[in-house]
């Protein structure tokens, strides 16, 4: 069974400092991994989508690597901004999926930015 | 630019009432999902549809039936409500299932407490 972590679960930076956030997975038959961010009382906004079969995605100040064989992403953030305080979370959908598109996800890591 | 819309956005129920969440989205998906999210557990999946007439069971169905007469339309419904199931539940949308570039799209959740 696939499992999700990510680490740490809550981080607290200033305002233009550059972080990481980091994501394991278990299994790396995978068919994507998905960043997403969820701002209090709403739904995920998806962020950056990476194939099985890249390395990495950009956009904007973020850039999501991967590294499937040994089960990690990493989401980074450049130059962070009060904005960007919300909570992130990877999901990865497994190869061994039949229909369906069952994404498993981590717990997330709450992201404070401090003017 | 509506997306995935649902509704309602809060609801309490008494033990063993029964309720439907609706979840409308407006991109032509073929595939829509139901999640829970709970506090130290992530979000699971409860049930999914990988088109119009067709439903499957996911992570955590007990409890819980769906429907999707239509394609823009994804029912959930609680037959007898359990303190258990006290959650936030997030509907998410996809153009496919299983393309490698096929990313979800969620609505803003339905806050749902049973007492």
């Known amino acids: 069974k696939q499992e999700v972590t990510q680490i740490p679960a809550a981080l607290s930076v200033p305002e233009g400092e550059n972080l990481v956030l980091n994501c394991s997975f278990t299994d790396s038959a995978i068919y994507n991994l998905q960043w997403f961010r969820q701002d209090p009382g709403k739904g995920l906004t998806s962020l950056l989508l990476i194939q099985s079969s890249q390395r990495e995605q950009t956009s904007g100040r973020l850039n999501a690597s991967l590294d499937k064989s040994s089960g990690r992403s990493t989401l980074y953030i450049a130059a962070s901004q009060p904005g960007d305080s919300a909570t992130y979370l990877c999901?990865?959908?497994?190869?061994?999926?039949?229909?369906?598109?069952?994404?498993?996800f981590g717990e997330g890591t709450q992201l404070t930015v401090n003017p | 630019n509506a997306g995935v819309t649902q509704t309602p956005k809060f609801r309490v129920l008494k033990t063993g009432q029964s309720m439907t969440l609706l979840c409308a989205q407006d991109m032509n998906h073929e595939y829509m999902y139901w999640y829970r999210q709970d506090p130290g557990m992530g979000l699971r999946l409860i049930h999914y549809s990988v088109g119009e007439g067709t439903t499957a069971k996911g992570e955590v169905p007990d409890g819980y039936n769906v429907s999707r007469l239509k394609k823009q339309n994804f029912l959930l419904g609680l037959e007898s409500a359990a303190p258990s199931q006290t959650s936030v539940y997030f509907c998410?949308?996809?153009?496919?299932?299983?393309?490698?570039?096929?990313?979800?799209?969620f609505g803003n959740g339905t806050r749902l407490t049973v007492t």
């Open positions: 998410a949308s996809s153009r496919t299932g299983s393309s490698y570039n096929s990313p979800l799209h």
């Open positions: 999901a990865v959908r497994g190869r061994a999926e039949t229909s369906g598109s069952r994404l498993t």
